[in-house]
């Protein structure tokens, strides 16, 4: 069973190197491919955005955020007022709005069933190639806005040691600073009405 997964794995290195070698071939600093981690990161974004655009009803899911809103919004209100009537008249309507709720949860699963094993295979591509030595040097206000710090916290916490180089980050930090601000960008050209 070990020797078919390894085989397995094998050859999925396999493919994702004839696909991203040549794309880290290209990077002006292949020892170093910053570059190369944008650009995986756009392909990644377009995939799950794409995935999310035709996947998710997003009239209906909006429309659900929306009464979920007003719903909450409404039931905070009463509470302030201290109307007990209305109180109790919105919270019979609670089963629905979780109703409502779940629905919008399991819509959001289907993109995430979809592109969850590609994306899971590209970081184990990502974490075996030159790219696992990435360090990039952020300029100081990034680093702090990008709460750097904590992440290294976190990272020495979990594997031991500390960040030795000031301002630096590594290709997952990297990787989804990259993803965030792709998947703002590409939400917005493919005309999804929220941000998330």
């Not at 002006?28 to 995935?51: D, E, G, M, Q, Y």
């Not at 960040?163 to 999804?192: D, E």
Request: with cysteine; proline share 6%; aromatic share 12%.
């Amino acid at each position: 069973m070990v020797d078919v997964i390894g085989m397995l794995m094998g050859g999925v290195n396999n493919v994702l190197n004839s696909i991203f070698n040549p794309i880290l071939a290209m990077d002006p600093n292949p020892h170093n491919p910053a570059l190369t981690v944008l650009i995986i990161a756009f392909i990644v974004s377009l995939i799950t955005t794409i995935a999310n655009k035709y996947l998710v009803d997003q009239d209906e899911t909006n429309r659900i955020q929306k009464e979920v809103k007003d719903f909450q919004s409404e039931l905070r209100e009463a509470q302030k007022n201290g109307d007990g009537k209305r109180v109790a008249e919105l919270q019979a309507k609670q089963p629905e709005i979780l109703s409502m709720q779940n629905k919008m949860m399991t819509s959001s699963f289907k993109p995430m069933i979809v592109t969850f094993l590609p994306i899971i295979l590209i970081f184990f591509w990502m974490r075996t190639s030159a790219i696992h030595d990435l360090v990039l040097i952020l300029p100081q206000p990034v680093y702090w806005v990008t709460l750097t710090p904590i992440w290294h916290a976190i990272g020495g916490f979990i594997y031991g040691g500390k960040a030795t180089i000031p301002y630096g980050i590594g290709w997952l930090l990297w990787y989804m600073i990259c993803t965030f601000g792709m998947s703002q960008i590409l939400r917005k050209f493919l005309g999804f009405k929220q941000g998330f």
